[in-house]
């Protein structure tokens, strides 16, 4: 049996799908990008004329969406520190890897869960960086 998840404090998912589904004690979280709740705001990310981004900053994207993910996990019944698994989609692993490594270490110096990092071209709205995370349910 699971139970699923949907948060109005955390941006609304872009598909038909919820932010997390729980099964016994493990949580399921979908594809966390780092847009603002609420809004199509995507905190670092200028758009062109054709919707297209023309610039960002990765610095601020990974604080949005380390900050979505904890919303989440919260209002779930978990928390930062049950993080087990957390993979990570980079559209610009070469330019980008570094700066994000550096963050998510700020992020992760207490709880270490286990990550894989990965390149993708593109991700389904204007972002460079989605988080897809599992993590144990702290309260029944």
């Known amino acids: 049996m699971s139970e699923s998840y949907t948060s109005d404090k ?3 998912p872009v598909g038909l799908y919820p932010h997390a589904k ?8 979908s594809g966390v990008g780092p847009r ?6 995507i905190p670092g990310v200028t758009l062109n004329s054709n919707g297209e981004i023309a610039a960002y900053d990765i610095v601020a994207q990974c604080q949005s969406v380390f900050e979505n993910v904890r919303i989440i996990l919260e209002e779930a019944g978990s928390s930062w520190d049950q993080l087990v698994d957390v993979t990570v989609f980079l559209t610009d692993m070469k330019n980008d890897f570094e700066t994000y490594n550096r963050i998510y270490a700020e992020y992760f110096k207490d709880n270490q869960p286990c990550r894989t990092t990965v390149e993708v071209s593109s991700l389904p709205t204007p972002i460079s960086i989605e988080l897809k995370c599992i993590a144990t ?4």
């Open 137 to 140: 349910i702290i309260k029944e």
């Open 22 to 29: 729980r099964v016994g004690n493990m949580l399921f979280l």
């Open 36 to 41: 603002k709740p609420n809004s199509k705001d």
């Open 10 to 12: 955390a941006p609304e």
